[in-house]
């Protein structure tokens, strides 16, 4: 469903990402490790053209969703966006009501039907797993939340919209162990609807929430396959050595 071609980039003169080919599909996760500066996190913004918003960048090659090249000319990057939600390392929750912060993607796109924008509303917070515990404070500002339920809801108003993919940048690593582990237990949930690429350093949650794990290394893919046999049986010594802690 999405996939990279040869696939370049550049901050300036400095090239971060070095030919990078790989397949992303429908009702899988799939996750990005490698140790700081490996590119993972560069190659996750290609994936919308968050990158677009840094001056000096340059894509080269393709990033293809369902055939098409997100980089044509005559891509609608506000839509892209849509198809292709985001959700950051820190919790970011709109200085809004909770309501309003599932609801804003929604509005945005012109939305005006207020009972469909309620029932969006809670469908995705119930996908998130966070409907029970605000259903009764829907109209209090969504900085009163915990940072555990400022990231489900931050997934909640990504999936407001119905976007093909989830793109989730160290989704948990500024959370406490009980919150991390309500994050990927719905990482495991919405992939049934979605297609999840993850970034993360911790080689434990890759192995618990991925179906498929990637090893980049100074901008390079050196390895991809299904996450069990990463683990177990890499190909590359280089990846083992990551995975087992022998540099990194």
Known sequence: MMTTKNLDFYYGDFQALHDISLDFRRSEVTALIGPSGCGKSTLLRCLNRMNDLIPTSRVEGEVLLKDQNIYDSNVDVVALRRDIGMVFQKPNPFPK???????????????????????????????????????????????????????????????????????????????????????????????????????????????????????FYLGALIEVDKTETIFTRPSLQQTSDYITGRFG
């Not at 605000?134 to 407001?160: F, H, N, P």
């Not at 976007?163 to 309500?182: C, F, N, W, Y």
């Not at 719905?186 to 179906?211: E, F, G």
Request: charged fraction near 25%; include cysteine.
């Open 97 to 215: 009501s909770i309501f309003e912060n599932v609801a804003y993607g929604l509005r945005v796109n012109g939305v005006k039907n207020k009972a469909f924008i309620a029932e969006r509303v809670e469908k995705s917070l119930q996908e998130a797993a966070l409907w029970a515990e605000v259903k009764d404070r829907l109209y209090e500002s969504a900085l009163g939340l915990s940072g555990g339920q400022q990231q489900r809801l931050c997934i909640a108003r990504a999936t407001a919209v119905e976007p093909e993919v989830l793109l989730m940048d160290e989704p948990a690593s500024a959370l406490d162990p009980i919150a991390t582990q309500k994050i990927e237990e719905l990482i495991h949930k919405l992939k049934k609807t979605y297609m999840i690429i993850v970034v993360t350093h911790n080689m434990q949650q890759a192995a618990r929430v991925s179906d498929v794990t990637a090893f």
